[in-house]
């Protein structure tokens, strides 16, 4: 595994023997390109961290801070050693990712998850499971990224909070881009101006200066086509 751009790029990260699955080169590579210029001063969390790959390349690229969360000791010292690596700091914290999600604070700007593809027999799959925790859409900015990888074949039932805006699948592994409808409608309320009127201004005062305009703007009509001269009289006109 290794660094592919930024100030680290080149570099090759530590990665334990078991229990961690890398995300591929060209899988990071396609994130990243995704991402673009997001990246740059991003307060990202990488959950289910693995070896640290995906918050250290961001970290490379600009990214202002990371925090990594894995419960695997020996991937988590793995995180400590490439940080070192890199150059780059971070934070590790060594938890159960549902346990670190019910007290972390943010926010993030973007928030990476690449879980266990295979869930414990009869347990929720671990997609489910973080769609549905309520505390990730509170720890993302309202125009946050939440990016998660998830195995190709898995099927995602609807969910009443997210909407995959983007899924694309790089062999065994499949990246979706899921935007919380709550969050969405909170930009696009946003989006909507609104006219207020401006501030110490009344309201019959501004009407005067309308009204001062517009017999301005009459006196300059030449007098051939000013035939019928309006009654401008603000009292009548406007009450």
């Known amino acids: 595994m ?18 961690v699955r890398p995300t591929m080169d060209r899988v990071k590579a396609a994130i990243f390109s995704s991402l673009g210029e997001k990246i ?7 959950l289910f961290a693995g070896a640290g790959g995906l918050g250290i390349e961001a970290m490379s690229r600009g990214a202002a801070s990371a925090v990594f969360v894995e419960s695997n000791r020996n991937a988590a010292r793995a995180i400590e050693r490439n940080l070192a690596i890199a150059s780059v700091d971070g934070r590790v914290r ?8 019910n007290y972390a604070t943010g926010p993030f700007d973007i928030i990476f998850a690449d879980p266990p593809y295979e869930a414990a027999p009869g347990a929720e799959p671990f997609t489910d499971l973080l769609l549905n925790n309520p505390r990730i859409p509170l720890l993302l900015v309202p125009d946050g990224v ?12 609807e969910h009443p909070h997210w909407k995959v805006v983007r899924a694309r ?6 990246v979706i881009d899921p935007a919380h409808l709550q969050s969405a409608l909170a930009n696009r309320s946003a989006a909507v101006p609104t006219l207020v009127p401006r501030e110490n201004v009344p309201a019959r005062r501004l009407s005067k200066k309308l009204w001062a305009t517009a017999r301005f703007l009459f006196n300059r009509i030449p007098p051939t086509l000013a035939r019928k001269k309006p009654d401008l009289d603000p009292c009548r006109q406007c009450g």
């Open 94 to 101: 060594v938890r159960d990712v549902f346990a670190y999600l």
């Open 169 to 174: 699948r790089y062999g065994a592994t499949e």
């Open 2 to 19: 290794r660094v592919i751009a930024g100030t680290a790029g080149g570099l090759q990260l530590k990665v334990p023997r078991t229990g």
């Open 40 to 46: 740059i001063g991003a307060r990202v969390l990488d």
């Open 146 to 157: 939440f990016v998660l990888e998830k195995q190709p074949g898995e099927k995602l039932p």
